[in-house]
């Protein structure tokens, strides 16, 4: 089901990027690169790994592996409508109806033999040991390794030597598992790609800062935290370059994302990943625009050739999830000031105890720099208990108090 889905996704976009081939066709080059992973990841003909959040997808891709965080394949699910039987079976099957839905919704189709067996996994101790655990089961369940990555919170030389070790231990627990070689060369030239495309990404997001902001309310749509599967590869560079290119001729030209922006808001952690009008009706009625997503942005810096392990040790101890609420409030209020945004949405995402924990301290932290906060309670796969109505009066208290 998931391979012909992916498949013809593939097809289709192909067909419409190829008549406008002179267009960036940013957002449909992107779903483009998405659909490639997921039919490799249920094509059942190359190497595949199941892993966490955070895990250095450059070294992956470099060696051949095509590799996805469990949380897209929840995110993946509730786009297309389907999330909902898969979260109903993971609470048939014991786990609790307040757990992330995210990992009931991959539970549930772990349970229902929809998940292709991977020839390894890699779990991480960062966002969240939900996360971990479910990695855990699906390693238990196809009775593969398992190598988890334990991430330390605070950046000092001991700590990135520490992770810079464990990722050398990665890449020979990936060839005791595969019995592909190592390639260092294959590695400097996969992280040569990898800081391309983050000078690229830097340079969008510089443009999405202008105003009014050439981007609208979905083009950057989980774009930072997809984007880091392709990290290592050309079609990184170039989904990349074309959101560059895209705003870029907008800000040419004058064009801005949404007609007439009014409104400059933050988006907190994850979008709403079902489908719904709520982006597009903020547009349209409020002229109001999410100009940044709490997880696009680059936190780290270019990484030495010569030396990957410790530059990529240290981008994943800088990612702002990792570690005290204090440091991701820091990141916070540094994309609010930077893209001088007017207010916050943050969606609170059922059973996600880190958001949903840290909701006061968020608001409390925005404030500080007079910009505030709407917490929202919404499932952000599950819809079952979407309450459309309920959310748009929300939100539109929510602007017309900023409004004035």
């Known amino acids: 089901m998931m391979y012909e889905y992916f498949k013809n996704l593939e097809s289709s ?87 992330c839905s995210y990992h009931r919704a991959i539970l549930g189709a772990l349970s229902q033999n929809l998940i292709p067996k991977p020839d390894f996994l890699v779990g991480t101790t960062l966002p969240c040991s939900g996360g971990l655990a479910v990695i855990e089961n699906m390693a238990r369940k196809f009775k593969k390794s398992l190598f988890v990555l334990n991430v330390p919170q605070e950046d000092s030389l001991q700590n990135i030597k520490y992770l810079s070790d464990q990722l050398k231990d990665l890449v020979n627990f990936i ?28 340079e969008a997001y ?43 001729a907008k800000v040419n030209s004058g064009e801005s994302g949404v007609k007439g922006e009014k409104i400059r808001l933050l988006w907190i952690q994850n979008r709403i990943q079902f489908r719904y009008q709520l982006e597009k009706w903020m547009e349209e009625e409020f002229s109001a625009s999410i100009v940044i997503d709490e997880l696009n942005d680059i936190t780290w810096e270019k990484i030495d050739v010569d030396d990957p392990f410790t530059g990529i040790a240290k981008r994943i101890i800088s990612i702002p999830f990792n570690g005290k609420a204090e440091k991701r409030i820091e990141h916070l209020k540094f994309l609010a000031k930077e893209y001088k945004i007017q207010g916050a ?36 796969i599950d819809q079952r208990n979407f309450a459309e109505g309920q959310v748009k009066t929300r939100i539109a208290a929510f602007i017309e108090m900023i409004s004035n």
Do not use: H
Not at 65 to 85: K, Q
Not at 185 to 199: F, S, Y
């Open 206 to 248: 510089n443009l999405a800062k202008k105003i009014p902001s050439p981007v609208d309310s979905r083009i950057l749509k989980d774009f930072g935290i997809v984007t880091a599967l392709m990290l290592g590869t050309d079609a990184g560079i170039e989904v990349a370059k074309a959101y560059r290119d895209e705003f870029q």
């Open 175 to 202: 060839q005791k598992e595969t019995g592909i070689n190592f390639d260092e060369n294959k590695l400097k030239e996969g992280i040569k790609k990898t800081n391309k495309a983050r000078d690229l990404m830097i």
């Open 13 to 99: 976009l192909e067909k419409k990027i190829n008549e406008t081939p002179k267009s960036p066709n940013a957002r449909k080059k992107y779903s483009l690169e998405v659909a490639r992973i997921g039919k490799r990841l249920y094509s059942g003909k190359d190497k595949i790994a199941w892993t966490g959040i955070g895990v250095p997808f450059d070294i992956l891709n470099t060696m051949g592996i095509t590799s996805c965080f469990v949380e897209f394949v929840g995110a993946m699910l509730a786009s297309t409508g389907a999330s909902g039987n898969f979260i109903k079976e993971a609470e048939n099957t014991g786990y609790a109806s307040d757990s």
């Open 345 to 380: 949405i943050n969606p609170c995402n059922w059973g996600c105890r880190q958001g949903t924990g840290e909701r006061g301290l968020i608001s409390d932290g925005l404030k500080e720099i007079g910009v505030p906060v709407v917490n929202l309670e919404i499932d952000c």
